[in-house]
């Protein structure tokens, strides 16, 4: 069971991203996803999730408007758009779900915005 995030870097205030998370080793299809986010010297924080289907999606109101949570269950892959970016949405993002009551966490990407 595996996720691999990648996609992050280093954009100016007012950038765009694209995050790509990578599943295998279960049916993704079945499961909702979601991307946090953790700041240096910060709390690790929930950005967006979606639901299995895709139908459903939920952000932060700290990201409302700017990001897009979505998937290709054909691709086992779930994407974050992150649009207007500014120097608060530096962080690492993880790519997470629950799979019988435990968390999976990919490595992380880096992502940092300048002013």
């Known amino acids: 069971v595996q996720l691999v995030e990648s996609g992050g870097g280093s954009v100016q205030f007012g950038g765009s991203l694209r995050l790509s998370c990578a599943a295998s080793?279960?049916?993704?299809?079945?499961?909702?996803m979601n991307w946090y986010r953790q700041a240096p010297g910060k709390e690790r924080e929930l950005v967006a999730t979606?639901?299995?289907?895709?139908?459903?999606?939920n952000y932060a109101d700290s990201v409302k408007g700017r990001f897009t949570i979505s998937r290709v269950n054909a691709k086992n892959t779930v994407y974050l758009q992150m649009n207007s970016l500014k120097p608060e949405d530096t962080a690492v993002y993880y790519c997470?779900?629950?799979?019988?009551?435990?968390?999976?966490w990919g490595q992380g990407t880096q992502v940092t915005v300048s002013s």
């Open positions: 997470n779900t629950r799979r019988y009551g435990s968390d999976i």
């Open positions: 080793g279960f049916t993704f299809s079945n499961y909702g």
């Open positions: 979606i639901t299995s289907g895709g139908g459903r999606t």
